[in-house]
């Protein structure tokens, strides 16, 4: 049984920093794929960063290049989003997901992955 567990969301100013954190467990052999996504009030769900779990090769949505870096500790199974420069469009609950079975698209398409967490909220003012 996978399970991933976000945390590090909260209320941050305009210009501010957020680092949130997705602990793994209930598998052995990592994933493909693992990323963030996101989803505001009344808006379909987006890919915000994927990362290969066994090469490193990161992908990002154009809106948060530049400002997001997503990253991995394989000894910790932990994934992690540093959030700097947010802003109010950034305010949303972020989700981690893996997927087993597919390899990371630049396209972030929830529809690749498999397993989800429930979520913590981000709330840029």
């Known amino acids: 049984h996978v399970q991933l567990v976000e945390s590090g969301g909260g209320q941050v100013e305009a210009g501010g920093s957020l680092k949130l954190s997705c602990a793994a467990s209930g598998y052995v052999d990592k994933g493909f794929c693992i990323g963030w996504f996101r989803q505001a009030p009344g808006k379909e769900r987006e890919g915000v960063a994927a990362?290969?779990?066994?090469?490193?090769?990161?992908y990002y949505r154009n809106s948060v290049k530049g400002r997001f870096t997503i990253s991995q500790d394989n000894a910790k199974n932990t994934l992690y989003l540093q959030m700097n420069s947010l802003n109010t469009e950034d305010t949303a609950m972020y989700y981690c997901?893996?997927?087993?079975?597919?390899?990371?698209?630049?396209?972030?398409?929830?529809?690749?992955?498999?397993?989800w967490g429930q979520g913590t909220q981000v709330t840029v003012s």
């Open positions: 990362i290969n779990a066994s090469g490193g090769r990161t």
């Open positions: 997901a893996a997927s087993f079975y597919r390899a990371c698209h630049s396209d972030l398409a929830p529809w690749r992955f498999d397993y």
